[in-house]
């Protein structure tokens, strides 16, 4: 049994006692135990979405002027490093006609070289 259905319980527990003051304040905990629940399970998901920037950020490689993922056997990118570095979003960059990678969020260009 969870908080709220034991705050239901005792609103309708002291409905029964017909005692108007206990069940005014029986009815503002509930309505506060509703507000930390939602602040709870907002909570929960900012901590889960932090938790999977931490994992891309751990993987996060930079070659080429981008930033690539890190795999087992593999890479996978090339991601956008201002994008990335600014608001830790991983967009993937594209060739344009000219073989230049490009950001299609904001289209800049980077150019694609190897530092040896």
Same mark, same amino acid.
């Given at each position: 049994m969870g908080i709220l259905d034991t705050a239901k319980?005792?609103? *309708?527990l002291v409905q029964k006692i017909d005692n108007i003051e206990l069940y005014k304040? #029986? &009815?503002? $905990? *509930?309505?506060?135990? #509703?507000?930390l629940v939602s602040?709870?399970?907002? &909570?929960?998901e900012k901590n889960r979405v932090l938790e999977d920037k931490l994992r891309v950020k751990d993987t996060l490689v930079f070659k080429d002027n981008s930033y690539w993922l890190k795999r087992e056997d593999s890479e996978d990118g090339p991601f956008c490093t201002l994008c990335w570095d600014k608001d830790?979003? &991983?967009?993937?960059? $594209?060739?344009d006609d000219n073989d230049r990678w490009y950001c299609p969020t904001h289209g800049k260009p980077s150019p694609v070289f190897s530092i040896a």
């Open positions: 319980d005792a609103v *309708q304040e #029986i &009815l503002n $905990l *509930q309505s506060e135990a #509703i507000k602040e709870n399970t907002a &909570l929960k830790q979003k &991983l967009v993937r960059k $594209l060739m």
